[in-house]
C-alpha cells in the first residue's frame, strides 16, 4: 500500500499550488479520501474530505472557498488545489485513506512554504 504526495515547495502569499497524492494497493475507489496538514508546533489538522464517488467534499472554515479537493478514481489519484495562499497555511500536506486499523493509510507528507 502506498500513498505519494507531491506538488509541494515554496510560493509566495496569494500564490497556488496543486498537490497529488497517488495511490496504490488498496481499492482507492471505494475510500474517503481526505487531506491533512500540520504545521510545527500544531497539530494535525483536517483541510480537505471527499466521498469515494467524488459527489461530495467538505472543508473547515479556515480554508473554504480556497482549497479544492478532486480525486480521478480512473488514476487512483486525489488532488487538493490551493488558491489565495497565506503564511499560515505553511504545513506538512498529507493525504489519507481512513479506514479501520490496519486498513487506514498514511502519505509521508509534502511541504508546503508560503512566503515572501
Known amino acids: 500500500v502506498q500513498l505519494v504526495e507531491s506538488g509541494g515547495g515554496l510560493v509566495q502569499p496569494g500564490g497556488s499550488l496543486r498537490l497529488s497524492c497517488a495511490a496504490s494497493?488498496?481499492?482507492?475507489?471505494?475510500?474517503?479520501m481526505r487531506w491533512y496538514r500540520q504545521a510545527p508546533g500544531k497539530e494535525r489538522e483536517l483541510v480537505a474530505s471527499?466521498?469515494?464517488?467524488?459527489?461530495?467534499?467538505g472543508y473547515p472554515e479556515s480554508v473554504r472557498g480556497r482549497f479544492f479537493i478532486s480525486r480521478d478514481n480512473a488514476k487512483n489519484t486525489v488532488y487538493l488545489q490551493m488558491n489565495s495562499l497565506k503564511p499560515e497555511d505553511t504545513a506538512v500536506y498529507y493525504c489519507?485513506?481512513?479506514?479501520?486499523?490496519?486498513?487506514?493509510?498514511w502519505g509521508q507528507g509534502t511541504q508546503v512554504t508560503v512566503s515572501s
Open positions: 471527499i466521498t469515494s464517488g467524488g459527489v461530495s467534499t
Open positions: 494497493g488498496f481499492a482507492f475507489s471505494s475510500y474517503v
Open positions: 489519507r485513506a481512513p479506514g479501520r486499523p490496519p486498513y487506514d493509510y
